[in-house]
């Protein structure tokens, strides 16, 4: 871990308020407004109380004393109401500040790099974030917590020092001899002063090593944490119930997950610690008050100043000792929170090095005659994945037009799926360049080259939104066009069945009665999806891969004959689904190693393409 600095933390910091005042700027200014209010009710009470002692003490008008109290219960009353107000304005902030800061957070994810996203670096930060913040409340989230205690110690403090400097300074009247002499002598003033800083290092000291070994013991109990959340998902997912009564995994579960949180040992171990370093902190703070005692009274007796000053010196000491400790508390805590802050920070700074391109994909009208004006072009293009040294991709050369159909085949592993990552620039050639039409697609804008495309991958997935929004892929859509595509896409049968037609909602996670949907009927839908988009290009990527390679072979053939004259990718390791293709692409380690029609590779004897349709024969015939 880095060793914080004061400049990095003071930057961070300020860095984490101007996030939270973007999210939402009434809570941070309620919540301070709210912290003055609090500091400044009592100690003007202690302040104008004194008044009225010394003022009842030296017998002054009535009518003097009645304004005194009439000021403190003023002051008070409008404190009050100020209070309740900010108050009111900050829990109505707090409410949604959770679902305001997960949207934010879910926002950066959908606009992050792709490269980020398959980064498992990147989810393992995500982790560490949010469970640091639900811990102990570590990261952003411990700024807005602390805002009003840091306001609270720094205000304490100023105000503590202006109305009790006049102790130090104010001497007895007269002359006096033996130990009184020394109350009026420059050397008490040094001792007392002495004490109030022996009992603040006492206290930084005693919050500092408990604030390390708070921090240390969170650290430890991050690591469970991920245990707990782990096995809460897994549970929560139906699809391992079976799982576990099959091979009885119950004790297994029980006793790797439930043991961790037997014996509640991380508080155990705090409040023990706690006790033990806190024993000296009282300590000092007896003998510090018994100093204080000593001297202000002694003062107040000599008649360096009236019995109320007695009851204001004494007040606003215990608060500057206990502001100046918890002002060091609350920065203690602030900077061990830096750690987090920065691992936030940097996974909400992690940079788009994609280029992001001007050039307009210009729209052509698809027509069923075909538009063969849009062409793609590799040229010599490889790639590998970040982090690594083997090339996914070896100089990939081929090229396509609109209205042609392609089956991309090859063995797990080939290079199939990278092939259409840098086709709909999920990511971007390490050496090459792809064309649209000649032109570099770098140089297009990023999400007018993305509309040109509509993929319906291996692991797609469905929400647990309305049909009629999954297929649209939006809130508002066109109801004929979702039911046109859902019946080309042969779930025509299913949705009459369904009780609320294409407004029923998939699954059960927010309506009850939602329909759970059979993995054929999820890949009906996502083909209908791809066809909603009505994009020049569908890549279909190994969607149907769990099926077997009859089923397969259906669906592809039917989806061939619904696309039409668009371009379409079929990528299967299954030979028999794409054989109705007149371009076959066969990969092989990364390379693509042949390319032609079915009938031309399979007379290649000695080709890949032929290894693998007869090692494949066998399931080919029913």
Not at 181 to 189: A, D, E, K, Q, R
Not at 474 to 488: A, G, P, Q
Not at 491 to 497: G, H, I
Not at 507 to 534: C, P, T, W
């Amino acid at each position: 871990m880095k060793t914080t600095k004061w400049k990095e933390a003071i930057i961070l910091t300020l860095r984490g308020y101007k996030f939270w005042y973007k999210i939402d700027k009434n809570i941070i200014i309620y919540k301070i407004l709210y912290a003055i209010c609090g500091i400044v009710s009592p100690y003007t009470t202690v302040y104008i109380s004194a008044l009225l002692i010394t003022g009842i003490a030296e017998g002054k008008e009535l009518k003097k004393l009645f304004s005194y109290a009439l000021a403190i219960v003023g002051i008070n009353l409008i404190m009050s109401f100020l209070n309740r107000m900010c108050l009111r304005k900050i829990n109505a902030s707090q409410n949604f500040m959770w679902e305001k800061k997960e949207i934010f957070f879910n926002s950066v994810n959908m606009s992050m790099q792709y490269e980020h996203l398959e980064n498992p670096e990147t989810y393992l930060k995500r982790d560490r974030i949010f469970e640091a913040q639900n811990a102990n409340g570590f990261g952003t989230w411990m700024l807005l917590w602390h805002i009003e205690q840091f306001i609270r110690g720094i205000f304490s403090v100023i105000i503590s020092i202006s109305l009790s400097i006049s102790l130090f300074i104010l001497k007895a009247p007269g002359t006096y001899s033996g130990i009184w002499t020394l109350i009026n002598s420059p050397l008490s003033v040094i001792v007392v002063i002495a004490m109030i800083i022996l009992n603040i290092y006492i206290n930084i000291l005693t919050v500092t090593r408990q604030s390390n070994f708070l921090y240390k013991e969170i650290e430890e109990l991050q690591n469970d944490n991920r245990i707990y959340k782990y096995y809460n998902e897994m549970l929560e997912n139906y699809n391992a119930a079976a799982e576990i009564r099959i091979f009885d995994e119950k004790s297994l579960i029980e006793k790797s997950w439930l043991n961790i949180y037997v014996h509640p040992k991380y508080m155990t171990n705090i409040i023990k610690y706690y006790r033990k370093t806190g024993r000296l902190r009282v300590l000092t703070t007896f003998f510090m008050n018994i100093t204080l005692y000593l001297f202000i009274g002694a003062k107040a007796y000599m008649g360096a100043f009236g019995i109320g000053n007695f009851v204001l010196y004494i007040s606003t000491i215990e608060r500057f000792i206990s502001a100046i400790s918890d002002l060091f508390q609350t920065v203690s805590m602030l900077s061990s929170n830096i750690p987090y802050l920065r691992d936030e920070f940097s996974y909400l700074d992690m940079p788009n090095n994609m280029y992001q391109g001007t050039l307009k994909v210009e729209k052509r009208a698809f027509c069923e005659e075909g538009d063969n004006d849009y062409e793609i072009e590799f040229r010599d293009v490889s790639f590998r994945y970040p982090n690594t040294e083997t090339y996914a991709l070896r100089h990939i050369n081929l090229k396509f037009k609109i209205g042609e159909k392609m089956a991309v085949v090859g063995e797990n592993g080939s290079g199939k799926t990278t092939f259409i990552k840098l086709l709909c620039r999920l990511y971007d050639p390490t050496e090459g360049v792809i064309l649209l039409n000649g032109i570099d697609i770098k140089k297009y804008d990023y999400d007018e080259y993305m509309s040109i495309f509509s993929v319906v991958f291996q692991d797609f997935k469905l929400f647990s939104f309305s049909l009629g929004q999954n297929v649209a892929a939006n809130t508002n859509y066109d109801e004929s066009r979702v039911i046109e595509c859902l019946t080309k896409s042969g779930f025509s049968d299913r949705l009459a069945k369904m009780p609320k037609g294409i407004e029923t909602c998939l699954y059960k996670n927010f309506d009850e009665e939602g329909v759970e949907i059979s993995g054929g009927e999820a890949q009906k839908i996502a083909l209908a999806r791809a066809l909603y988009k009505n994009a020049p290009f569908i890549i279909l990527d190994e969607p149907t891969a769990a099926l077997d390679p009859i089923s397969e072979y259906e669906i592809y053939s039917n989806f061939n004959r619904i696309v039409g004259n668009k371009t379409a990718i079929y990528i299967s390791h299954r030979l028999s689904s794409c054989r109705f293709c007149n371009d076959i692409a066969v990969f092989s380690n990364g390379s693509l190693i042949q390319r032609g029609s079915h009938d031309m590779l399979i007379q290649d004897e000695n080709g890949k393409y032929h290894e693998l349709w007869n090692a494949q024969a066998q399931y080919y015939t029913v």
